[in-house]
């Protein structure tokens, strides 16, 4: 059986900085293209990031562009999102997703496979 499990989360001010790490067991990662997503209370989940399998090629969300990048390291089975320069609106929990794709989607819909989340908070 295949499990996400993100870590990284937590609280910061406005301007700084995590990374998100988000580990795959169970599964081949290779074969996974990778997204990250996110959803702030009372609203829709949302897609952040995306990468695919090779880690050659990314997707980004407009409002998150400059400022976070998603990476891969295929031999550790782990999916990054760095964040910079974060702002309050990025409050939300963050899910990362392994699609069984080649490359990076935006459709929640074609991400079979989900971590629990983890909580970002960013104080103004």
């Known amino acids: 059986q295949v499990q996400l499990v993100e870590s990284g989360g937590g609280l910061v001010q406005a301007g700084g900085s995590l990374r998100l790490s988000c580990e795959v067991s169970?599964?081949?990662?290779?074969?996974?293209?990778m997204g990250w997503f996110r959803q702030a209370p009372g609203k829709e989940r949302r897609f952040v990031a995306s990468?695919?399998?090779?880690?050659?090629?990314?997707y980004y969300q407009d409002s998150v562009k400059g400022r976070f990048t998603i990476s891969r390291d295929n031999a550790k089975n782990t999916v990054y999102l760095q964040m910079n320069s974060l702002k309050p609106e990025d409050t939300a929990v963050y899910y990362c997703?392994?699609?069984?794709?080649?490359?990076?989607?935006?459709?929640?819909?074609?991400?079979?496979?989900w971590g629990q989340g983890t909580q970002v908070t960013v104080s103004s």
């Open positions: 990468i695919n399998r090779s880690g050659g090629t990314t």
């Open positions: 997703a392994a699609a069984s794709l080649f490359g990076p989607t935006v459709a929640t819909c074609l991400y079979d496979y």
């Open positions: 169970g599964g081949t990662f290779s074969s996974y293209a």
